[in-house]
């Protein structure tokens, strides 16, 4: 009996353990062993084994923390940017209740959009001619539209403000549903001690929701890192004239599938994840820290 | 009446800012799928003189466009359900069997969230060409079909469905496939929603998977039918180009606006913890 419960239990977890097995054990292996080989897909008979030369290329490879610099550019000024913009966002949202779910729907309607359509209304609107440079021109803000994508240090920042803008939605529900679960004896209690609205926000609602940010910061870590169809859209595969917009994804992409030297962009893989998952445990260690659990 | 505190018609101004903000690169689109080519390379934040419809009736001259909407339905649709279904699967095994090592199984599901993806796609890539699965559709389905953020969202609704009724079940004599499908898929059924949005739209919006293994055009999906489309005729085409933008982000918008409420949940299902 006790055999035969354990036997079907089992049988409802093989899809698990198949996947496991096919798309991330094995891949795993194959990645690790990839980046000792020189090796392309399309002819398989000229591999060669190269032992460390290709995490000896990748590692002092210019272009790879290059475009490691890139991405951290990016993503410092998205972080920060979306954070606030969450969290006004969140914080005016739980102070009303007419329409409050209107608006919040509306506020997520660009997390539904898909990457794709974002990324061409997005070309156009930023475009020298289009409705953002020529209304910053007309108000004098700009003395001429700038061809940002061909600029050595505007690319990154731009990327970061349209993700802000197309990411926001999610950090402000979370945040909302936070919020949502602070206790509101708290605030009557710091009310009576006349404690301003910015000392119970900062006091009160950030302390409560640091979950909230742990875990969005988190996500941050591992999704912007990965950046990719952003720049693939709007870039060639260099990242424009300067290499600015190129993202350690797109070097694996071009190294990968252009050059086809599956060996390299194998390595770049493993260490884009290793240093994504440093990162990420890095600020886990960081966060918890005063955590008296 | 409602009435309205004076203190809120700051948050209420700053909102309808944000909503204008949010909103206006979706009526940018709009207009412009309205106009002439020449209209849209000229005063592109114009309303249109003369409102056209070109671009919605030749960009069905210009690529099938309702093959591309059938192979992403398709494709989206049974990501779909073969995902509810092994993900649920694999949650019941955890939560609802005395299995051994059901906390080892949960813990290696929750690690491999923790691992980026971009390690697997040049590995399986290489296995996908050795297995001759480029340029299928099953490509782009069998690998999609289990996750483990959704087997995480549904071990959590899993532990708030009582054992008794697994227990009533079981002295009926029900076997456990038929509790399975019987019993606890019904009062998932919820959770499914949720789980199912979220894996919807992840297929739906895919562009990585299409852009490595799709080479045929009958094969393509609306995000890589619309890429391919704005890169093949840069500046060109223009009505058609924003047409097809329209024709594919405003349905995404109509369906989220009635579902709202599952989606809501769908990203917050781990925040909230």
Same mark, same amino acid.
């Given at each position: 009996?006790?055999?035969?419960?354990?036997?079907?239990?089992?049988? =409802?977890?093989?899809?698990?353990? +198949?996947?496991?097995?096919?798309?991330?054990?094995?891949?795993?292996?194959?990645?690790?062993?990839?980046?000792?080989?020189?090796?392309?897909?399309?002819?398989?008979?000229?591999?060669?084994?190269?032992?460390?030369? #290709?995490?000896?290329?990748?590692?002092?490879?210019?272009?790879?923390?290059?475009?490691?610099?890139?991405?951290?550019?990016?993503?410092?000024?998205?972080?920060?940017?979306?954070?606030?913009?969450?969290?006004?966002?969140?914080?005016?949202?739980?102070?009303?209740?007419?329409?409050?779910?209107?608006?919040?729907?509306?506020?997520?309607?660009?997390?539904?959009?898909?990457?794709?359509?974002?990324?061409?209304?997005?070309?156009? +609107?930023?475009?020298?001619?289009?409705?953002?440079?020529?209304?910053?021109?007309?108000?004098?803000?700009?003395?001429?539209?700038?061809?940002?994508?061909?600029?050595?240090?505007?690319?990154?920042?731009?990327?970061?403000?349209?993700?802000?803008?197309?990411? =926001?939605?999610?950090?402000?529900?979370?945040?909302?549903?936070?919020?949502?679960?602070?206790?509101?004896?708290?605030?009557?209690?710091?009310?009576?001690?006349?404690?301003?609205?910015?000392?119970?926000?900062?006091?009160?609602?950030?302390?409560?929701?640091?979950?909230?940010?742990?875990?969005?910061?988190?996500? $941050?870590?591992? #999704?912007?890192?990965?950046?990719?169809?952003?720049?693939?859209? $709007?870039?060639?595969?260099?990242?424009?004239?300067? #290499?600015?917009?190129?993202?350690?994804?797109?070097?694996?992409?071009?190294?990968?599938?252009?050059?086809?030297?599956?060996?390299?962009?194998?390595?770049?893989?493993?260490?884009?994840?290793?240093?994504?998952?440093?990162?990420?445990?890095?600020?886990?260690?960081?966060?918890?820290?005063?955590? #008296?659990? | 009446?409602?009435?309205?505190?004076?203190?809120?018609?700051?948050?209420?101004?700053?909102?309808?800012?944000?909503?204008?903000?949010?909103?206006?690169?979706?009526?940018?689109?709009?207009?412009?799928? *309205?106009?002439?080519?020449?209209?849209?390379?000229?005063?592109?934040?114009?309303?249109?003189?003369? &409102?056209?419809?070109?671009?919605?009736?030749? @960009?069905?001259?210009?690529?099938?466009?309702?093959?591309?909407?059938?192979?992403?339905?398709?494709?989206?649709?049974?990501?779909?359900?073969?995902?509810?279904?092994?993900?649920?699967?694999?949650?019941?095994?955890?939560?609802?069997?005395?299995?051994?090592?059901?906390?080892?199984?949960?813990?290696?599901?929750?690690?491999?969230?923790?691992?980026?993806?971009?390690? *697997?796609?040049?590995? /399986?890539?290489?296995?996908?060409?050795?297995?001759?699965?480029?340029?299928?559709?099953?490509?782009?389905?069998?690998?999609?079909?289990?996750?483990?953020?959704?087997?995480?969202?549904?071990?959590?609704?899993?532990?708030?469905?009582?054992?008794?009724?697994?227990?009533?079940?079981?002295?009926?004599?029900?076997?456990?496939?038929?509790?399975?499908?019987? /019993?606890?898929?019904?009062?998932?059924?919820?959770?499914?929603?949720? /789980?199912?949005?979220?894996?919807?739209?992840?297929?739906?919006?895919?562009?990585?998977?299409?852009?490595?293994?799709?080479?045929?055009?009958?094969?393509?999906?609306?995000?890589?039918?619309?890429?391919? *489309?704005?890169?093949?005729?840069?500046?060109?085409?223009?009505?058609?180009? &924003?047409?097809?933008?329209?024709?594919?982000?405003?349905? @995404?918008?109509?369906?989220?606006?009635?579902?709202?409420?599952?989606?809501?949940?769908?990203?917050?299902?781990?925040?909230?913890?």
């Amino acid at each position: 009996m006790k055999f035969k419960e354990n036997w079907i239990a089992y049988l =409802f977890l093989m899809p698990w353990i +198949l996947y496991f097995l096919v798309f991330l054990l094995y891949p795993f292996f194959l990645s690790f062993q990839n980046s000792f080989l020189d090796i392309n897909v399309l002819n398989p008979e000229n591999t060669r084994f190269v032992g460390l030369g #290709n995490w000896l290329m990748v590692a002092t490879d210019a272009k790879f923390w290059l475009s490691l610099f890139n991405v951290l550019f990016n993503q410092i000024i998205f972080v920060a940017l979306s954070f606030v913009i969450a969290l006004t966002a969140a914080l005016m949202l739980n102070e009303v209740t007419f329409m409050a779910s209107l608006f919040r729907t509306i506020l997520f309607v660009p997390v539904i959009t898909s990457i794709t359509v974002a990324m061409i209304i997005f070309d156009f +609107l930023a475009a020298p001619t289009g409705p953002i440079q020529s209304s910053m021109v007309g108000t004098g803000l700009l003395d001429q539209p700038v061809f940002w994508k061909f600029e050595q240090w505007l690319p990154m920042p731009v990327i970061a403000v349209f993700s802000s803008w197309k990411w =926001f939605g999610v950090q402000m529900i979370i945040f909302l549903g936070g919020i949502a679960s602070i206790n509101k004896s708290l605030y009557e209690a710091a009310e009576l001690d006349g404690a301003s609205w910015w000392r119970k926000v900062t006091c009160i609602t950030l302390p409560m929701i640091k979950p909230q940010i742990v875990f969005v910061l988190t996500i $941050n870590i591992i #999704n912007g890192l990965q950046m990719f169809v952003e720049v693939f859209m $709007n870039f060639d595969l260099q990242g424009g004239p300067y #290499n600015a917009a190129l993202t350690p994804v797109l070097y694996l992409y071009q190294t990968g599938f252009e050059q086809m030297k599956m060996g390299q962009a194998s390595t770049i893989g493993l260490l884009l994840a290793l240093i994504i998952y440093t990162l990420t445990m890095m600020q886990l260690k960081l966060t918890s820290k005063g955590d #008296n659990q | 009446m409602i009435r309205i505190k004076k203190q809120h018609w700051l948050i209420y101004g700053s909102l309808i800012l944000a909503s204008i903000v949010v909103l206006y690169p979706f009526f940018f689109m709009i207009i412009n799928s *309205f106009k002439t080519g020449a209209e849209i390379m000229h005063t592109p934040n114009a309303l249109p003189t003369d &409102w056209s419809f070109r671009g919605y009736i030749e @960009v069905f001259n210009s690529i099938n466009l309702g093959r591309i909407f059938l192979n992403t339905i398709f494709i989206a649709t049974s990501v779909t359900v073969l995902n509810c279904l092994f993900s649920s699967m694999v949650a019941f095994a955890i939560v609802k069997t005395n299995m051994p090592g059901r906390e080892f199984w949960l813990k290696l599901i929750l690690s491999s969230m923790m691992i980026p993806a971009i390690l *697997f796609t040049i590995p /399986v890539y290489m296995m996908m060409y050795d297995w001759n699965w480029v340029n299928t559709y099953r490509v782009l389905i069998i690998p999609g079909s289990i996750s483990a953020y959704n087997i995480f969202l549904l071990v959590q609704f899993m532990k708030q469905i009582d054992n008794a009724y697994l227990e009533a079940a079981r002295i009926d004599g029900a076997s456990e496939f038929r509790i399975f499908f019987k /019993v606890v898929l019904p009062m998932l059924r919820p959770a499914l929603a949720t /789980v199912g949005i979220l894996t919807f739209m992840g297929a739906w919006n895919d562009f990585m998977g299409p852009l490595l293994y799709i080479r045929d055009d009958s094969m393509l999906t609306l995000q890589m039918a619309l890429f391919k *489309f704005q890169s093949d005729v840069p500046g060109g085409k223009l009505e058609q180009l &924003w047409a097809m933008t329209t024709m594919i982000a405003v349905p @995404v918008v109509f369906v989220f606006f009635f579902l709202q409420k599952n989606f809501i949940k769908a990203f917050t299902g781990v925040g909230v913890k």
